[in-house]
C-alpha cells in the first residue's frame, strides 16, 4: 500500500468515527428528552434521564477531541496537492473543536439547573424549566451559528479533492455544494428561522456529501494517477 493510499484510509477511518459520534447529541439526545413547546415536560425528562444527558456531554467532547485528527489527518493527504489551501483548510477546520467546547456550556448549563436545587432554591419549578428550556434553545442557535464553519472548512477541501488526482472530481464538486448548504443553512437559520428550517429539508441530499467523501477515502481509498514511468502523481 502506497503513503497516499495509507493516508486516504486512515483519515478515512477517523472521518467515519466522527460521523458515527457526532448525531448522538445533535439528533439521538433531542429527540429522546426534548419536546417542543412543553418546558416542563423537557425538565422532567433531563431531570429524570440526566445520566443520558451527561454521555450527551462527554461524546460531544469526544466529537470536538476527533475532529482536531480528522483535519490533521486530512492536512496531511492534501498538502502535496497545494500547501496553501490545505493550510486554509487546517484553520478552518480546526475552528470547529472551540465551537463545540462553546456549545457545551450551554448543556452544562442545563446540568447545572438540573443537578443544583440546593444553589436554586430562590427559583420556583416553572422558573428553573424556562432556564432548562432557555438553555436548550441557545444550544441550538449556537449549533445553527456553528454550521456556517461546518460548511466553510468544506470549501477548501472541495478544491484540493477537485485537484487531487487521486480522488473522483465529483466528490470535490458534492462537498462544496455540501459547504454552501451549510453556509445558506446557517445564515437563514440565524436571520429567518421558519425559512432556515424549509431550506434544512431542501438541502438534506447536499448534506451527505461528507458521508460520500469519508466512505469512498475508508472503502475505495486514494488512486494516485501513474505516470510514464509507472510512478504515482499526487495530481
Known sequence: MTSIKRDARVAGFIYLLLALTGPFRLMYIPEKLFV???AAATAANV?????????GIAVDVLVAAISVF????????FKPVTKSIALCLLV??????????ATLVTDIGTLAVVTGSDVLTAFSAPQRD??????IRMHGL??????????????????LVFRSGFLPRFLGVWLALNGVAYIVVSMTGLLWPSVGDLLSDWAFPFLFGEIAF???LLVVGARPKVGASGTPMAG
Do not use: Q
Request: hydrophobic fraction near 60%; glycine fraction near 6%.
Open 47 to 55: 431531570t429524570a434521564h440526566d445520566l443520558l444527558f451527561r454521555w
Open 70 to 77: 480528522v483535519i490533521l489527518a486530512l492536512y496531511r493527504l
Open 130 to 135: 424556562s432556564l432548562i428550556s432557555m438553555f
Open 214 to 216: 469519508l466512505l469512498w
Open 92 to 101: 478552518l477546520g480546526l475552528m470547529n473543536t472551540p465551537l463545540y467546547m
Open 142 to 159: 449556537s449549533v445553527t451559528a456553528s454550521e456556517t464553519f461546518w460548511g466553510l472548512w468544506l470549501l477548501p477541501l472541495a478544491i
Open 36 to 38: 417542543h413547546g412543553n
